[in-house]
């Protein structure tokens, strides 16, 4: 795969992308949208991967919004087409991604960066890291799924003051918001997202598959998530994973899951 703004290096059934434009701090334009799609599906069809982190170069930036300059002059109809576009392809890809997805935000996860965060499956942050939905300071709203994801995540008066004030808030605030599962010095950020992916490795991917559908679909208007984790959970009994899994518990063994 050839790529002009992303990064991606596999290490031990870890993908890691890294968005790569640390001098518009790695501001989401067009093209690496596309990008981060395409890196996205090959790396979830990709049976030796398992964990996917996502973060940004440099250490100043995870991704420091939409990339403003490419939609300053955007009529209504070509905004709305760049939110819907932007969602199907990314934001909406990478929730719905069976291999769990991991975020570490690197230093400013604003806008679009943030959105891409929230994203997925989890976040961690380094100390230095400020997080902010500043849209409405362009006049703008957050088209990204900001609205939706933000208050799922920290409640609803929270994601209110966040969006409404457009203001930053540092990783302390954010870990006792739950945005963020864990902060870390930033030269530990990935390293400990690499250990916490190491114990994911350990599990069934295909359960883990399921149990992200699972947990999914209980945020989906009209969808009955107990249902689906009824469906999924009855699936599981008819994979190779779980005949080990129960297999290596009974014997007293690690299981070694073929992934089916
Ligand atoms: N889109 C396009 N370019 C961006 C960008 C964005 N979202 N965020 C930063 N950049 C560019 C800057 O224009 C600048 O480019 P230049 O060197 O060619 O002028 C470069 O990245 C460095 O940013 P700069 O503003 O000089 O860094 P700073 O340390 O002074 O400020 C921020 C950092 C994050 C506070 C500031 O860049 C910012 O407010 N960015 C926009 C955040 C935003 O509103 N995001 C939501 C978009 S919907």
Redesign the pocket.
């Known amino acids: 795969m050839n790529f002009e703004n992303i990064l991606i290096e596999v290490d031990d059934a870890i993908g890691i992308i890294t968005i790569n434009r640390p ?3 790695n ?1 989401l334009n067009k093209a690496t949208i596309q990008e981060l799609h395409e890196a996205f599906k090959a790396l979830n069809e990709d049976e030796d991967v398992l964990v996917i982190i996502v973060t940004g170069a440099g250490d ?2 995870f991704v ?6 490419e939609f300053a002059d955007f009529s209504t109809s070509e905004g709305a087409k760049l939110a819907g576009k932007g969602q199907e392809l990314l934001f909406d890809f990478v929730e719905n991604l069976e291999t769990p997805v991991i975020a570490a935000i690197n230093g ?1 996860a ?4 943030l959105e891409l965060a929230m994203a997925c499956h989890f976040r961690l942050a380094s100390d230095n890291a400020r997080m902010g939905l ?2 409405v ?2 006049g ?1 709203i957050p088209g990204y799924g900001g609205t939706q994801r933000l208050p799922r995540l920290i409640g609803k008066g929270r994601a209110m003051e966040m969006i409404m004030t457009g203001g930053m808030i540092g990783t302390e605030q954010a870990l006792s918001y739950g945005l963020i599962n864990h902060m870390f010095a930033q030269e530990q950020l990935l390293p400990q997202c690499k250990k916490i992916a190491s114990r994911i490795i350990q599990n069934s991917p295909v359960a883990i598959g399921k149990a992200i559908k699972a947990i999914n679909a209980g945020f989906i208007p009209g969808e009955n998530g107990f249902n689906v984790e009824i469906m999924s959970f009855g699936e599981c009994f008819g994979t190779e994973d779980f005949k080990e899994g129960t297999s290596a518990f009974l014997e007293k063994r690690k299981a070694d899951f073929p992934g089916k």
């Not at 604003?110 to 960066?113: D, R």
């Open positions: 001098k518009k701090l501001a100043k930036a420091a919004g939409a990339d403003i300059a400013f604003l806008g679009g960066g500043p849209e300071s362009l703008v």
